[in-house]
Structure formats: C-alpha cells, structure tokens
C-alpha cells in the first residue's frame, strides 16, 4: 500500500505491536473499528490529544467528522476533510464499515488524517 503520509503511530510502534494491540481491542469492542486518527502535517488545525478512537459499525463518515469538529472546536463555517492512509477523502455517506473494510491496513487498524483544507496534490 502506497501512502502520502506516513503516520505517526506506525512510525513509532512495529507492524507485530500493532497487531497484536488491534487484535486484543478487537477481542474487547467486536463491534467497533479501531482508528488512528491524525492531524495533516499541512493543516492548520490543532492537534487533537487523544488519536486512537473505536467508532460503531453503523456510523456514517458524516458522523464521525461531526465527532471529530467537536475535537477540534472548529466554527461550522470551515470545512474538515478526512483522508484515508492520507490520500482517500471520505464521503459523508459511506458507512464507517464500508470505508474500513476496504481500506484497513494489514495490521487492522483505519488510519485517517483530518485537515481543514483538501489537500490533495499537495
């Protein structure tokens, strides 16, 4: 998998540690995805503190970013775009199910950045 940005978390924390933490919030929370979710290095947003997160099956992307806003206490007027692994902008319909099982990384995690701005091309 090709990605534009590399996170963080995967930076810091080696593929068997991933999976073997995915595999144990899987066991806890079967009915929720397991997240990395982090700031664009290009936004000018802040950062939020917390960037693991387990959101329902059910959830809309729509949702989710509503989630998200509230983190980033970002006035409605500006608009939040997430990526996937950096490159895919999530549309507001899909259901966070959709998006992670088609896109999940081999160690079972989603991994989204949000940025106040598209930042494709960049």
């Given amino acids: 998998m090709s990605e534009s940005i590399m996170f963080n978390y995967k930076a810091q ?63 409605k007027d500006v608009a939040l775009f997430l990526f996937v692994n950096g490159i895919d902008l999530m549309t507001g319909d899909s259901t966070m199910k959709e998006i992670y099982e088609r896109k999940k990384d081999e160690d079972g995690f989603i991994y989204l950045n949000y940025s106040d701005h598209p930042v494709l091309g960049g």
């Fill in 13 to 75: 924390n080696p593929l068997e540690k991933r999976k073997a933490e995915c595999e144990s919030i899987m066991k806890s929370w079967p009915d929720r995805i397991p997240i990395i979710l982090e700031k664009d290095p290009r936004s000018q947003l802040e950062s939020i503190q917390k960037f693991k997160f387990l959101c329902p099956y059910d959830y809309t992307v729509q949702k989710f970013l509503t989630s998200i806003r509230l983190k980033v206490n970002l006035p």
